[in-house]
């Protein structure tokens, strides 16, 4: 008897390692559709997030594939591209740097900072100028930075970045908002225009809509790190159980948040159930 329940056991420990191993080594693409009559044709935007130094083939190269494939009109980066800690002395941002120096010779990039690069950037005594030396090298490649910052394209679409201080990234609490707080940061919204939103934490789709967001863009969840049928995500990298927003798309008031359930993972380097998402994200006029 005791024989075949650890044969059992170890079959299933056998099984979550191997699923365990292929989320953390693969990605999917998704799509999602969003409907709009403030757009005057259809666009197509790729949205990567928290890719934190992760490679997918060398340089990224089955990345660069898949994103070329679907050639958008645009990509839309969610932050979290490297992980703001140094192994071995130093900060693994080499493969999202070359992933997005490839892409900019052929797609428009908009980036948006995670927590990470906030992290990089604030924390100046124990990382330097390394945020900036990274941001300019990458701005001459063409990559537009949007750090509470906004641009638009054809005339129609307004994409922002809003980069939230740390403090709203606590562990385990959520810190509330205040009303206004968004406003402050990147002036108010554009009511004739179609308003993209690239807000790494999606914690705050209620705040991103009453901003005036149609789309907001996030990552920072990683999909609730493990997944589970009918239930989603489990845990969050804030250590809040079964977390609300956890990948996907939701919609409020008709307005909608694109939840990328990133590529990498720090700290706790597990997916199950939850293999690493490219977003491709179709605007429709509607």
């Not at 365990?20 to 969003?34: A, L």
């Not at 997030?49 to 645009?74: M, Q, R, T, W």
């Not at 990509?75 to 979290?80: E, P, Q, S, T």
């Not at 863009?217 to 804030?238: K, T, Y």
Request: glycine share 8%.
């Amino acid at each position: 008897m005791w024989i075949y329940i650890c044969i059992i056991l170890i079959l299933i420990f056998a099984f979550v390692v191997a699923v365990i191993y292929h989320d953390t080594h693969t990605f999917v693409v998704r799509n999602y559709e969003v409907p709009s009559d403030k757009v005057e044709r259809d666009y197509t935007f790729v949205l990567l997030s928290d890719l934190h130094g992760y490679e997918f083939g060398k340089d990224n190269v089955k990345l660069y594939e898949a994103v070329d494939e679907i050639s958008p009109d645009a990509i839309l980066v969610a932050g979290d591209m490297f992980t703001a800690e140094k192994i071995k002395g130093e900060i693994q941002y080499r493969p999202g740097f070359e992933l997005l120096s490839s892409l900019s010779s052929k797609y428009k990039i908009y980036y948006g900072n995670g927590n990470h690069e906030h992290k990089m950037k604030v924390f100046t005594k124990e990382y330097g100028n390394f945020y900036d030396r990274y941001r300019n090298k990458l701005t001459q490649k063409g990559i537009v930075f949007l750090e509470n910052d906004s641009v638009v394209i054809d005339d129609n679409i307004r994409i922002t970045g809003l980069d939230l201080g740390l403090e709203y990234f606590k562990k385990i609490t959520k810190k509330s908002m205040d009303k206004g707080y968004i406003n402050r940061l990147v002036g108010d919204s554009s009511k004739e225009k179609f308003n993209v939103l690239i807000a790494h934490n999606p914690q705050y789709f209620n705040e991103y809509t009453e901003w005036g967001a149609d789309l907001t863009v996030s990552g920072h969840v990683h999909g609730g790190i493990v997944r589970l049928p009918l239930i989603g995500g489990v845990i969050s990298p804030a250590i809040a159980l079964f977390p609300r927003f956890d990948g996907g798309k939701f919609e409020k008031e008709g307005n909608t948040m694109i939840l990328s359930r990133g590529l990498g993972t720090h700290t706790i380097h597990v997916r199950f159930y939850n293999p690493g998402e490219v977003c491709v994200i179709r605007i429709r006029k509607a």
